[in-house]
């Protein structure tokens, strides 16, 4: 088992920046791939970013490309979200995966996302 707690979300205004973490324990040496997904109101759940965890490959959606960043730490259980240049379309709950090599996938509680001026 693999638990995951976010953290960083929060109020802010268009064009400002935001840094969510999120950190895992118990049975991180299963985990193959990490990422962000985000679920606005009325919407469906949609990936952010995803990293490869031994090699560091990076994918994103389009709509944050140039934007966002996604990293992790050299201990390879904690997975960032660097959110630059905010918009009001990205107001959403925000929530970690981890996925190991079996395909089971561990999901983060979410945290609030609200781009407003």
């Known amino acids: 088992q693999v638990q995951l707690v976010e953290s960083g979300g929060g109020l802010v205004q268009p064009g400002g920046s935001l840094r969510l973490a999120c950190t895992a324990s118990?049975?991180?040496?299963?985990?193959?791939?990490m990422g962000w997904y985000r679920q606005a109101p009325g919407k469906e759940r949609d990936l952010v970013a995803t990293?490869?965890?031994?090699?560091?490959?990076?994918n994103y959606a389009n709509s944050v490309k140039g934007r966002f960043t996604i990293s992790r730490d050299n201990a390879k259980t904690t997975v960032y979200l660097q959110m630059n240049s905010l918009k009001p379309e990205d107001t959403a709950v925000y929530y970690c995966?981890?996925?190991?090599?079996?395909?089971?996938?561990?999901w983060g509680q979410g945290t609030q996302v609200t781009v407003s001026s």
């Open positions: 995966m981890f996925r190991s090599s079996i395909g089971t996938e561990y």
């Open positions: 118990g049975s991180i040496y299963s985990i193959v791939m």
């Open positions: 990293i490869i965890r031994v090699t560091g490959s990076t």
